[in-house]
């Protein structure tokens, strides 16, 4: 049997219409017949959940080529599963209507599960870049206590490029900030409340040690990094907050500060005594400041 593939024409002018208008969106984006006026060697500072917004800008741009299949595809298999059951059921018939309903909707309902789990994928890192950008602003006040912050610290460890959220440098401490920005329950009493007891995290409806462990390896990686590159030995200090949620923090000695991002500074500031020298401290500030500051033109969009 052949298929009459000349009967698809409107389909496939559907498709080179939609390919040439996004294509050339796409291209006039990046094209310019100007020239920027800073120079092409210009690097800024990277700012508080980095990562996450040039993942949202990536996930915006492939969201009109997603529309787009989402469309197409299910009208080309209701097409095709048309033309097909033509010729091998009468029209009128209810399995016709079977055979040549079911798989469009089939279709359309992968469609539908795969838009909505790329759509969660954005709500997530904006959830995401939204905490970093609220624990940036609660560290703001530790530069007039003559510390430094850095943002979103670009990294590469055994596994592969990560980042580290915040880290704080000054009088003598290092301290490494993870930000956890989860979703509270609706219907659970005490659904506000985290509690740390030393070696877990009580959540409202489970416990965990998956985010300090987190927490933990990425300050290791850090006092690893400052050997190597600095010969300066000094205890990188893990600390872990989640925006939004009541804190019980843990014991004064315990491995990981845990805290609310609106105390978290406070506690920086009076939990961790000196440890490196005035030039150490130096050295690791101008080593992040170096690392951070990788952003060109074009990765800013």
């Not at 095709?80 to 040549?100: E, F, H, M, Q, R």
């Not at 200090?237 to 019980?248: D, E, I």
Request: glycine content about 8%; aromatic content about 12%.
């Amino acid at each position: 049997m052949q298929i009459p593939w000349q009967s698809f024409w409107w389909l496939i002018y559907f498709v080179v219409v939609i390919a040439l208008f996004l294509g050339s969106f796409s291209w006039r984006l990046r094209r310019r017949r100007t020239k920027h006026p800073l120079g092409e060697d210009i690097r800024l500072r990277r700012q508080p959940g980095e990562h996450l917004r040039l993942k949202m800008e990536g996930s915006f741009e492939g969201f009109a080529w997603r529309l787009a299949v989402m469309t197409m595809v299910p009208l080309a298999v209701f097409v095709l599963s048309v033309k097909l059951t033509n010729s091998i059921i009468p029209k009128g018939s209810v399995w016709w209507l079977v055979w040549a309903v079911v798989p469009m909707l089939l279709s359309l309902g992968l469609a539908l599960r795969w838009m909505y789990k790329f759509m969660d994928g954005i709500i997530n890192h904006r959830l995401g870049w939204f905490g970093e950008r609220a624990v940036a602003d609660q560290l703001e006040c530790l530069k007039q206590k003559g510390y430094e912050v850095f943002h979103d610290v670009p990294c590469i460890g055994g596994g592969g490029p990560f980042n580290l959220d915040h880290v704080v440098v000054g009088n003598g401490v290092v301290v490494v900030v993870e930000t956890k920005t989860h979703r509270k329950p609706k219907d659970t009493k005490d659904g506000h409340k985290v509690t740390y007891n030393g070696e877990m995290l009580c959540w409202p409806r489970r416990t965990s040690t998956r985010e300090l462990e987190q927490a933990e390896r990425t300050a290791e990686w850090l006092r690893k990094d400052l050997k190597k590159h600095l010969n300066v030995d000094t205890k990188v200090h893990p600390a872990l907050t989640f925006p939004g949620w009541f804190v019980t923090g843990g014991p004064p000695k315990a491995p990981v500060l845990v805290e609310s991002y609106t105390r978290l500074a406070g506690f920086i500031t009076q939990r961790f005594p000196r440890q490196m020298t005035e030039a150490e401290t130096d050295a690791v500030m101008r080593h992040l400041r170096k690392q951070c500051s990788d952003l060109d033109y074009a990765a800013l969009g």
